[in-house]
């Protein structure tokens, strides 16, 4: 039986090298980064996951997600992007969206 709602098997999420050397982050940060970062690679290329999700993966409470998602943004590691959703039988929802920026490596 999974006590997680999100965590399934064989999931995981990568931190790469990169993620440490040359990038500024607190390991709560790297730990949001890096789940973001895995989900960037995808077909959408975007982290379209919840704030349960973000603290289900990185053991953090909500508000410490939320702490870290703003840092990040402010260190302009990810962007946030809202996307407004329409639908004739239902009511406009927005969803945000993550995209994780790759360090410039020289």
């Known amino acids: 039986m999974n006590k997680f709602k999100y965590i399934q098997e064989h999931q995981y999420v990568a931190k790469q090298s990169w993620m440490f050397l040359h990038m500024d982050m607190t390991k709560n940060e790297r730990d949001i980064y890096a789940i973001i970062h895995g989900y960037t690679q995808s077909k ?13 993966w990185s053991e953090l409470s909500r508000r410490e997600v939320i702490y870290c998602l703003k840092a990040l943004v402010e260190k302009k590691y990810i962007e946030k992007k809202k996307c407004i959703t329409a639908d004739a039988n239902v009511l406009p929802t927005v969803l945000l969206m993550w995209i994780a920026i790759l360090p410039e490596i020289s």
């Open 44 to 56: 959408t290329g975007l982290f379209n996951g919840s704030i349960g999700f973000l603290q289900e």
